[in-house]
C-alpha cells in the first residue's frame, strides 16, 4: 500500500517532494496555509458570575428526581452492564438506588443520607451499613463520595461546592478557591453552550464527565455521565433513559428492608 502511494504520488518514482508536503501537512499544518486556532481566553468575571449564577439556577429547580437507565462498570472486574433505577430528593438529602439484572433479578439496593448509607448486596445475601464518606468497597459503591458529588452524579448536572473566590485562568475552565485560596472543585465546560463538560475534586482527583444534555420542564441534565475515581480499579458510567423531575416520593420509597437470611455487616 505504501509503495502504490508513492506511485500515485510520483507518476511511478519516488517524489521526495510530495512527501515532504505530507509530512508537513500532518505536523505543521500551519505550514499548509491552515491557520492554528488559539486556545480560548479564560473568562471575565463577569462571564464567571452569569455562569455561575445558571448552574446555582438549575440546582434549585430539581428538588426530588426520579430516573431509570443502564449502569456500566468496566475496570479489573469482568465488565458488567445492569438495570438501574434512582429516585432522589434534595432536601432532605436522601437517594435510593436500585440495580437489577436485565433480566429483573435484584443485584444492589443502596440508601444514603446525608450521613449514612445502607447496601442490600442480594448475590452475598448481606446488609452492609456505615457512614457515607467512608472507604466503601468499590465492587459495591462509588468509593468515598460526599453528598454533594453523589448527587451531581445521580442527577447528572454539577453542584457547586462552598467557595470563597471564582477564578478562570484558561478557556471554558472555573476554579472554585477557598478562604486558603485552595482549590476546592474544577468546571470545565464545552464551548459554545457553557454546559459542564467535567468537574474535577483535585483533593482525590476524582472526576465526573457529563455529556449528551437533555432538557425536562427547563431543568437540564446530561443523560450520559462516568465517575473517574483513582481508588477505585473501576470506572462507573450511568445512560440515563427517562427523568423526570420535582413530582412528589413516598416516603415508603425510601425504606430498606433487610432479608431475614442476610447477615448485617459495617462497611469500612
Known sequence: ??????????????????????????????????????????????????????????????????????????????????DILIVGSHSPFRVKIEVTHPWGRPILHILANETNLHILSFPEKRYYVGSLGNSVPSRLFPNSLEPDQLWSLLRGFPI?????????????????????????????????????????????????????YQKENNICYAREIRLSDPESANDLSINLKQMVFNKPIPEAIYNLEKPADFKTLPLN
Request: charged share 20%; aromatic share 8%.
Open 1 to 82: 500500500m505504501l509503495n502504490q502511494d508513492f506511485m500515485c504520488l510520483g507518476a511511478g518514482r519516488f517524489n521526495i517532494r510530495a512527501l515532504i508536503a505530507i509530512a508537513c501537512l500532518i505536523f505543521f499544518p500551519g505550514c499548509a496555509g491552515i491557520p492554528v486556532q488559539p486556545p480560548p481566553p479564560p473568562f471575565s468575571p463577569q462571564k464567571i458570575a452569569q455562569i455561575l449564577s445558571e448552574i446555582r439556577e438549575q440546582e434549585n429547580k430539581a428538588d426530588t428526581f426520579f430516573s431509570t437507565g443502564k449502569l456500566m462498570i468496566k475496570g479489573e472486574a469482568p465488565e458488567s452492564e445492569s
Open 160 to 212: 457547586l461546592r462552598k467557595n470563597d473566590q471564582a477564578v478562570s485562568l484558561k478557556g471554558n475552565q472555573i476554579m472554585l478557591l477557598n478562604q486558603d485560596a485552595e482549590i476546592v472543585q474544577i468546571i470545565d465546560f464545552f464551548p459554545q453552550s457553557n454546559l459542564p463538560r467535567l468537574i474535577t475534586f483535585p483533593e482525590r482527583s476524582t472526576k465526573i464527565y457529563f455529556s449528551n
